[in-house]
């Protein structure tokens, strides 16, 4: 007797749910970082410079990590001391290094790019990492260069030039510091990944939670050493009880929220298609413009929305290329 009224069976019913959960967390995840903008603005407007704010939350998310997955993460690094690696402890070190580093530069460039800058544009800017991922590709995983790579890289690049053109300058370069470090945080987020790539090719017995840790960690150190670059007072920041709890809650669950997120989209990345998991991400950019819409009524230009559609298209086709090789 068939108890189920809609006529599908067990099987059916599991086969919905591995296609659809890994999608959804993927969906999830992107709305996270579409809105992730707006508790970074709040730290800073409770006296937390972008350099602080991107150290506080990197070393939150770390540890919140450390505490998840302790098991895991002291076994990879045993496996490092002990020099159990198919290639030398020294050259393992310097991955990990580059990987700490890609990862700071990108965390530190978003967060102040967020905090200071127009978001979408800061937003678009960061997603030009397909065009820097091709090179980066090559130089570190000696992929080759072909037409489709050439094509992608410049569309992303038109895009990019389209949405920064200004009648009055005639230059299609970013505006201010806040859109050079969403951009310096694209090209950095492209290394990141390059480099994730080949640890995860020549250390594949080192589990996945240690580049996590690696990169959140690298955030936390680039944040502490360019904080001297960042002037501020001591007087702008939070020592009064109530603000000061305010700042160590949102920084203790931004850490918890970037942790559980990036658990979320690395469940649902691993088990659909690339392509199909790039286009869920770029769910990130509607729901960016929607918050910013929605928080501070700023609305994307005609000209911002052609160089995100150029944008869009590229990171789509470098999925659809890196997918069929």
Same mark, same amino acid.
């Given at each position: =007797?068939?108890?189920?009224?809609? *006529? !599908?069976?067990?099987?059916?019913?599991?086969?919905?749910? !591995?296609?659809?959960?890994?999608?959804?967390?993927?969906?999830?995840?992107?709305?996270?970082?579409?809105?992730?903008?707006?508790?970074?603005?709040?730290?800073?407007?409770? *006296?937390?410079?972008?350099?602080?704010?991107?150290?506080?939350?990197?070393?939150?998310? +770390?540890?919140?990590? /450390?505490?998840?997955?302790?098991?895991?993460?002291?076994?990879?690094?045993?496996?490092?001391?002990? &020099?159990?690696?198919?290639?030398?402890?020294? $050259?393992? +070190?310097?991955?990990? #290094?580059?990987? #700490?580093?890609?990862? *700071? =530069?990108? &965390?530190?460039?978003?967060?102040?790019g967020a905090i200071h800058g127009q978001v979408m544009r800061v937003m678009l800017l960061f997603y030009l990492s397909p065009a820097w991922t091709v090179f980066f590709a090559h130089w570190l995983l000696h992929e080759r260069i072909n037409a489709a790579d050439i094509a992608i890289a410049c569309l992303s690049l038109a895009g990019a030039m389209?949405?920064?053109?200004?009648?009055?300058?005639?230059?299609?370069?970013?505006? $201010?510091?806040?859109?050079?470090?969403?951009?310096? #945080? %694209?090209?950095?987020?492209?290394?990141?990944?390059?480099?994730?790539? !080949?640890?995860?090719?020549?250390?594949?017995?080192?589990?996945?939670?240690?580049?996590?840790?690696?990169?959140? %960690?690298?955030?936390?150190?680039?944040?502490?050493?360019?904080?001297?670059?960042?002037?501020?007072?001591?007087?702008?920041?939070?020592?009064?009880?109530?603000?000061?709890?305010?700042?160590? @809650?949102?920084?203790?669950? @931004?850490?918890?929220?970037?942790?559980?997120? &990036? =658990?979320?989209?690395?469940? *649902?990345?691993?088990?659909?298609?690339? &392509?199909?998991?790039?286009?869920? =991400?770029?769910?990130?950019?509607?729901?960016? #413009?929607?918050?910013? /819409? /929605?928080?501070?009524?700023?609305?994307? !230009?005609?000209?911002?929305?052609? %160089?995100?559609? +150029?944008?869009?298209?590229?990171?789509?086709?470098?999925? /659809?290329?890196?997918?069929?090789?």
């Open positions: =007797m068939n108890l189920n009224p809609l *006529g !599908k069976g067990p099987s059916t019913l599991s086969s919905y749910s !591995k296609q659809s959960l890994p999608a959804l967390a993927i969906l999830l995840g992107a709305s996270v970082w579409g809105v992730i903008w707006y508790p970074l603005r709040l730290l800073a407007a409770l *006296g937390i410079s972008g350099t602080l704010a991107s150290a506080l939350v990197g070393f939150s998310t +770390c540890l919140f990590l /450390w505490i998840v997955f302790w098991r895991s993460l002291s076994t990879g690094l045993r496996s490092i001391l002990s &020099n159990a690696l198919p290639i030398s402890r020294y $050259d393992a +070190c310097l991955l990990l #290094a580059a990987l #700490a580093f890609a990862g *700071g =530069m990108t &965390n530190i460039g978003f967060t102040w389209l949405m920064l053109w200004s009648p009055e300058l005639g230059v299609p370069l970013p505006a $201010d510091l806040a859109e050079w470090a969403g951009l310096l #945080a %694209g090209i950095s987020f492209a290394l990141q990944n390059v480099l994730s790539r !080949k640890i995860s090719r020549v250390l594949p017995s080192l589990p996945a939670q240690l580049r996590t840790v690696t990169i959140f %960690g690298g955030g936390a150190l680039v944040g502490l050493a360019l904080i001297p670059l960042e002037p501020f007072s001591l007087a702008s920041l939070p020592l009064a009880p109530p603000a000061l709890s305010h700042a160590l @809650l949102l920084t203790i669950c @931004l850490g918890a929220v970037l942790a559980l997120n &990036n =658990m979320l989209v690395q469940y *649902g990345i691993q088990r659909i298609a690339a &392509n199909r998991a790039a286009l869920i =991400m770029l769910f990130e950019i509607v729901i960016t #413009a929607l918050s910013v /819409w /929605w928080l501070t009524g700023e609305m994307p !230009k005609p000209r911002e929305w052609s %160089g995100a559609s +150029c944008i869009i298209v590229a990171t789509l086709l470098s999925s /659809w290329v890196h997918r069929r090789r």
